[in-house]
């Protein structure tokens, strides 16, 4: 996404990689809302969770674009990101992350209780500190990085119950098991752009795309397995949940099972990515609304 010169708000929005921190936010409030709904609603932690969490996602994105911004300038799809395009210096957006990362840590530390505050803190040390850095050195940052992304439903757990239930991990595992398909799709997708950016994601190591395909059906199949474990949790069988998470859940495993063939690899990738990007959302409004209603 290009950033018109001269707006600097728009600049500065960038810099959060809102929609990365829009699904943090969702996830985390899914998590909120899913467990124990017997349990009540606290519209102050309600609040400080959902903008807690998205200060902190933001503050990551920008720390991250902080930390790989010549990385950025040589990639297509990223070369015209707010540091790289120069409209803004990298001392400010270190300033701004950092800023916005102790506001939202302190905001869900103080507004929910500690424990979902530390698990904010712990998602930006992973996000930055470890799946940053690996990114560069080892194809395995794939799964490093699917820690950070899968913690932010336990963060909203903790914030309604000062601890992480049956639901809570059911999510956490959902999210960890979903991000490998997820992210392979676009590894094959812009192969060459992160060969460019020096990154070794699995396409680059293996251009074939065929470790990418093994990763994304190794980990889709748990990933339905924890769909269906939730789905345990409604007492009858005709619960939107149950039917959604299973339709959806075909639709995606036969998209993998495309993405696997050699011969249909390359048109299957960008479906197969507009497929994980639908999945999500569908599943997890369907199961907070059926778990709320």
Request: hydrophobic share 55%; proline share 7%; glycine share 8%.
């Amino acid at each position: 996404m290009s950033t018109p010169a001269g707006s600097l708000p728009a600049a500065f929005w960038e810099l959060t990689k809102p929609r990365l921190s829009f699904l943090s936010v969702l996830t985390a409030l899914a998590g909120y809302f899913c467990s124990n709904p017997q349990a009540p609603t606290d519209g102050k932690v309600l609040v400080s969770l959902a903008i807690g969490t998205a200060l902190a996602a933001g503050a990551c994105g920008a720390l991250n674009m902080w930390m790989e911004d010549r990385a950025d300038a040589k990639m297509e799809r990223t070369k015209n990101r707010p540091i790289p395009a120069g409209l803004i210096s990298p001392n400010y957006s270190l300033f701004f992350g950092t800023i916005l990362l102790c506001l939202g840590i302190t905001l869900v530390w103080y507004g929910a209780n500690p424990l979902a505050g530390q698990l904010t803190a712990a998602t930006a040390i992973s996000y930055l500190f470890l799946y940053t850095p690996l990114k560069t050195r080892t194809s395995w940052c794939t799964l490093v990085g699917s820690l950070p992304g899968a913690i932010p439903p336990i963060i909203g757990t903790a914030a309604k119950l000062g601890a992480i239930d049956r639901m809570g991990w059911l999510l956490f595992a959902l999210l960890f098991f979903w991000q490998v398909p997820h992210f392979m799709a676009l590894a094959v997708m812009c192969r060459e752009d992160y060969a460019r950016g020096g990154f070794k994601v699995a396409t680059v190591e293996d251009p074939s795309g065929k470790s990418a395909a093994r990763w994304a059906l190794i980990f889709i199949i748990p990933m339905l397995f924890v769909a269906g474990m939730i789905a345990t949790e409604f007492p009858r069988w005709t619960s939107p949940y149950v039917w959604i998470s299973f339709l959806a859940g075909v639709w995606f495993f036969k998209l993998s099972l495309d993405f696997a063939l050699p011969a249909k690899r390359a048109a299957a990738a960008k479906p197969f990515f507009i497929a994980s990007i639908i999945y999500l959302p569908l599943v997890l409004l369907t199961l907070t609304l059926n778990r709320v209603f």
